[in-house]
Structure formats: structure tokens, C-alpha cells
């Protein structure tokens, strides 16, 4: 066998590696979730791999706070939660990245492809701060006044 059929070999075996390991890998992400909490705990929400809210808990005490002071608490709750998935994802994935590392150049095996691909687009990080709304904001009690307008919710489950 040749030294580039040796190294085709060889890569394909890594490749092999790398994609059931990427398998794993969503496996175990799909069960990942992160927790936060505000307030002294007042208010816990539960975000899933994904960073979607999926549970949100409010201790008996939560009415000591005023309505901002939990959309604060809620707010700073989730991104504490997105922060730890994010945290976990990471952790999950690393072993991968190392594995990347040892992995031949793209430029060993196709010359003139550069090796480092960075210079291509990356993600911006989107705001963790809400967009100026183009309306003014109601006071609650505008809203109260105005609730007659449409529908209501009357589930219990709200």
C-alpha cells in the first residue's frame, strides 16, 4: 500500500470516527438542559439544547416582587439557563474539536485550498437586550383599560 493510500485510509478511518462520535454527540445534546435562577430563587427556568424555554417555576414568595421586578428575575433566569447550555455544549463537543486538531490539513490533501478557514463568516451574537419598540409602551394601567379589545385567555392552565 502506498503512503497516499495509507493516509486516504487512515483519514477515512477518522472520518468514520468523527461521524459516529457526531452521532453521539446530537444523541446526547438532545437530552441536555440548562437551569437559571433569580431572585433568590423565586424564579427557575428550565431551556432545553436548543435555548427554547421549555419550563418556568415561580416559588409561593414571588409575590413580594413587583411585576418588573420578576420579568426581571424571568429574563436574568433564562439567560443564566442559556449560559449553562451553552457551557454544556461546549464541554460536549471539545472532545470532537480535539480530534479535528489531529486531522491532516485541508491543504495536505487538496493543495492550493487554504488551511485556515476563518476568514469565513461567522455568526454575530444576537442581543440579550429587547429592540425599542416603535410604539410607546402601555402603563398597566393602560393595559388594564385596554383588555376588552380582543380575546382573553380564561384557561386555567395560564
Do not use: C, H
Not at 436574568?76 to 451553552?86: G, L, V, Y
Not at 490533501?109 to 440579550?128: E, N, Q, Y
Request: proline content about 6%.
Amino acid at each position: 500500500m502506498s503512503a497516499d493510500e495509507e493516509l486516504l485510509a487512515e483519514m477515512m478511518a477518522s472520518v468514520q470516527a468523527s461521524m459516529t462520535s457526531l452521532r453521539d454527540a446530537y444523541q446526547q445534546r438532545a437530552q441536555l438542559t440548562g437551569t437559571g435562577t433569580a431572585a433568590d430563587k423565586k424564579v427557575t427556568v428550565v431551556v432545553n439544547a436548543d435555548g427554547l424555554l421549555i419550563e418556568t417555576r415561580m416559588d409561593e414568595d414571588i409575590t413580594e416582587l413587583s411585576p418588573d421586578e420578576i420579568a426581571q428575575a424571568v429574563t436574568a433566569a433564562a439567560q443564566q439557563a442559556f449560559t449553562e447550555i451553552k457551557r454544556k455544549t461546549e464541554e460536549l463537543v471539545a472532545p470532537m474539536r480535539e480530534r479535528q486538531g489531529r486531522m491532516p490539513k485541508l491543504s495536505e490533501l487538496l493543495p492550493g485550498i487554504p488551511d485556515d478557514l476563518t476568514s469565513l463568516p461567522t455568526a454575530i451574537a444576537a442581543s440579550t437586550t429587547p429592540q425599542a419598540s416603535a410604539e410607546p409602551q402601555e402603563s398597566g394601567a393602560e393595559r388594564k383599560e385596554s383588555r376588552g379589545a380582543g380575546p382573553e385567555v380564561t384557561e386555567s392552565s395560564w
